[in-house]
């Protein structure tokens, strides 16, 4: 109940949702087979531990699997199977919170399924591993992110091959934007994954996707394709292909890679909608503006509106915001997208969440949810306790947010001065380097606003210049408004003449 990652993934049946279990090499593993693999788990239901495997496999191969009806089936059954199953409450759990479309402290009915985990770990005689689970995942409730993943790597260090230590690690190291961390948290367990472990090819995507985030891409792109020879629709190791090709800028060979391999990957419905939102960018940094709308017309959006999951969301945001600022006329686009994110206004689970819905509050004009998602904000990190994000607010969230603001209202040298002193810090609110560079640029995360930073502080004359024309075309700033709309009239984004500027720092 409540997977927020997976939600509404019985309405993407039609976009190529699995019909045939990914792992069909071996049969979901029972009670012997973990006690046998070294990961015990404390349940004497065989169906309570192959619908564990089941959900497991499922989260590893970003895949609803329609015969098991998906993630939410599988879970169902597994506590119909076993209540009491601890680590069945683990996974069930993990994958919410690992969505980051819930909290413990809006969502009651998470709040309380944490809650009970708890009271169950602490009434049965579990494995230390298990007790660590639980541990972990009361940490990432508690929005205590760091200390989470040296519990679930404390795990791995006596249990390499626990895939869901490995998985829920690597995926917050990622919203922290630890990289060094999030390769060697694989990077230390991978000798041990040996081909006869179910789903180690895909361990091995995992560990190609550290390794292109701390640039060593050749060794990415060597063992993503590594993976791919085992598993053709192993759609993480594709994303680590369309990342390196990103990151070398290659934009020949990325188009060519994304059009070859989408039968592939585009029935992994969970990540489906990222890749495409990769292929997208190509075209961005192509110039061609009119196939990216594509992509995400076709593509993008539906699959967003299908799903409803913060993945969705953010790769909705981010590519409207770059073609705005590439001046496509994004037209009531912002409208569809505001609908689905002004619901979690309030949520400030990350910093990197937050962003992005400020994006579409901005793009829709929708000033109340712009005011509450910064007031509640700015009310939260007067008293963040041990929670992470809140406690990077005032340092960074605050500054970031405004920063948007400003630039929305033209005020482009207010957007510098707030982003200009944390400009090396950003990478801790967490993205890959795809989103934080975005599009090849020096600069900010998953969206082109940089640009704007890069070119007022590079080119201070045009600043100058621009000021002069406000006030000769209108007097006492009544120009402002004119004179800070982009190509498309949005009133978002530079005047044209910066992009003149700019463009030679695309290349």
Not at 249 to 254: E, F, Q, R, V, W
Request: proline share 3%.
């Amino acid at each position: 109940e409540g997977v927020s990652l997976f939600r509404g993934w019985e309405k993407n049946q039609g976009r190529g949702c699995s019909q045939e279990p990914r792992r069909s090499m071996a049969p979901w593993r029972d009670c012997k087979a973990w006690q046998d693999a070294g990961l015990v788990l404390s349940t004497t239901s065989n169906e309570a531990c192959k619908m564990f495997d089941a959900t497991l496999a499922q989260y590893a191969t970003w895949t609803n699997d329609e015969s098991l009806g998906g993630i939410e089936g599988s879970i169902s059954k597994l506590q119909a199977a076993d209540p009491n199953f601890t680590m069945g409450h683990v996974i069930a759990n993990g994958l919410t919170l690992i969505g980051t479309g819930s909290s413990v402290r809006l969502d009651r009915k998470l709040d309380g399924a944490i809650k009970k985990m708890s009271v169950l770990a602490q009434s049965q005689p579990l494995t230390e591993r298990e007790k660590l689970h639980v541990s972990a995942l009361e940490l990432f409730a508690n929005g205590e992110l760091p200390k989470a993943c040296d519990t679930w790597d404390q795990i791995l260090h006596d249990h390499p091959t626990d895939l869901l230590a490995v998985k829920l690690a690597h995926d917050t190291y990622f919203y922290l934007g630890r990289q060094t961390q999030m390769r060697d948290s694989v990077a230390r367990v991978y000798p041990y994954w040996t081909q006869d472990i179910p789903l180690s090819s895909y361990v091995k995507g995992i560990y190609s996707f550290g390794l292109m985030e701390t640039n060593f891409l050749d060794r990415a792109e060597k063992l993503a394709y590594e993976a791919l020879a085992i598993n053709q629709t192993d759609a993480w190791s594709i994303h680590t292909v369309a990342h390196v090709n990103e990151m070398k800028a290659d934009l020949k060979s990325g188009l060519a890679f994304m059009k070859q391999t989408e039968n592939n990957w585009k029935g992994s419905d969970m990540l489906a909608c990222h890749n495409y939102w990769h292929w997208a960018l190509y075209f961005i940094e192509k110039g061609d503006y009119e196939a990216a709308l594509t992509i995400y017309d076709t593509h993008i959006a539906p699959r967003c509106q299908a799903s409803g999951t913060m993945l969705d969301i953010v790769d909705n945001c981010s590519m409207l915001y770059r073609l705005q600022l590439e001046g496509v006329k994004v037209g009531d686009r912002w409208k569809g997208v505001n609908q689905l994110t002004k619901k979690h206004a309030l949520d400030h689970i990350l910093i990197f969440n937050d962003a992005h819905i400020l994006m579409a509050a901005l793009g829709d004009k929708d000033q109340k949810t712009s005011h509450e998602l910064l007031t509640t904000l700015q009310e939260l990190v007067q008293a963040p306790g041990e929670n992470y994000e809140l406690n990077l607010g005032p340092r960074l969230g605050l500054p970031l947010l405004q920063a948007f603001v400003e630039f929305e209202n033209g005020n482009y040298d207010k957007a510098v001065e707030l982003l200009h002193p944390i400009r090396y810090q950003l990478v801790e609110i967490g993205g890959s380097n795809a989103q934080v560079k975005g599009c090849g640029m020096v600069g900010l995360f998953q969206m082109e606003i940089w640009l704007a930073v890069v070119c007022l502080l590079l080119v201070p004359q045009e600043k100058q210049k621009l000021a002069g024309e406000e006030m000769s075309a209108g007097g006492h700033g009544e120009g402002t408004a004119s004179a800070s709309k982009n190509r498309s009239g949005s009133g978002v984004g530079l005047p044209s003449h910066y992009s003149i500027h700019c463009k030679p720092l695309l290349a």
